[in-house]
């Protein structure tokens, strides 16, 4: 079956980086988008990264929330079969858990079977 595991959560200062990692399994990654997403505490889950691909290696649209953009970076190691959101120039208002997620076909695997799991934590605070 479809698994997912992030990690690469924790706490920084503001300014500081933090690079999340997500290590998928259960699939091949041949046509597909892999994604970042998070929910902060009350809010909605928030997508904030995501990117697809062709036969694995072509970038065919890449996507930032407006509140990332120019800060956070998306990037896969099919190797390894492990995506990445390099985050840098951290805020506090990026706090939040984070989760990734993977498109296989029209849907994306988490959203369409409600297995988030627990996500990584990433706190930014002075």
């Known amino acids: 079956q479809v698994q997912l595991v992030e990690s690469g959560g924790g706490s920084a200062q503001p300014g500081e980086s933090l690079r999340l990692s997500c290590v998928g399994s259960g699939f091949t990654l041949v046509d597909y988008a892999i994604g970042w997403f998070r929910q902060a505490p009350g809010k909605g889950r928030e997508e904030v990264s995501c990117?697809?691909?062709?036969?694995?290696?072509?970038?065919?649209?890449?996507s930032y929330a407006d509140s990332v953009k120019g800060r956070f970076t998306i990037s896969k190691d099919n190797a390894k079969n492990t995506w990445y959101l390099q985050m840098d120039s951290l805020k506090p208002e990026d706090t939040a858990v984070y989760y990734c997620?993977?498109?296989?076909?029209?849907?994306?695997?988490?959203?369409?079977?409600?297995?988030w799991g627990q996500g990584t934590q990433v706190t930014v605070s002075s």
């Open positions: 997620d993977v498109r296989l076909g029209s849907a994306w695997y988490r959203t369409s079977t409600s297995s």
């Open positions: 990117v697809s691909f062709s036969d694995g290696s072509r970038s065919d649209n890449t």
